[in-house]
């Protein structure tokens, strides 16, 4: 580890921009499940569409909530991975890769 994470001291920057990373995350996931139950309501033609006999709604928010939170994580675990791989590298190493 090039870094040496002190509470308090040098890791803040780390933490600034994984809870950054992480607000923003919770704020997609919060939209998009927010939007599931707010659709019919906006378009009511969603609310009389029937898939295998059930509103159509519903079988969306059985369905459509796991992919979401799924993608949803994997994406937040690799942008946390490449911050903190970032922040170990260090600025000089961004400075001496950003030379052609």
Known sequence: ???RAEP???ARPLI????RAALR?????????????VAPAL?????HVRACGVPLPWP?????????????AVRQA????????EY????????ATARP
């Open 1 to 3: 580890m090039a870094r």
């Open 8 to 10: 308090g001291g040098a």
């Open 16 to 19: 600034r921009a994984q809870r």
């Open 25 to 37: 995350t919770a704020a997609f996931v919060l939209a998009v499940l927010a939007a599931l139950p």
């Open 43 to 47: 378009a009511p033609v969603l609310g």
């Open 60 to 72: 969306l928010l059985a369905v459509a909530v796991q992919p979401v939170l799924i993608a949803a």
């Open 78 to 85: 690799r942008r946390a991975e490449r911050i903190e791989r």
């Open 88 to 95: 170990l590298r260090g600025p000089a190493a961004d400075d």
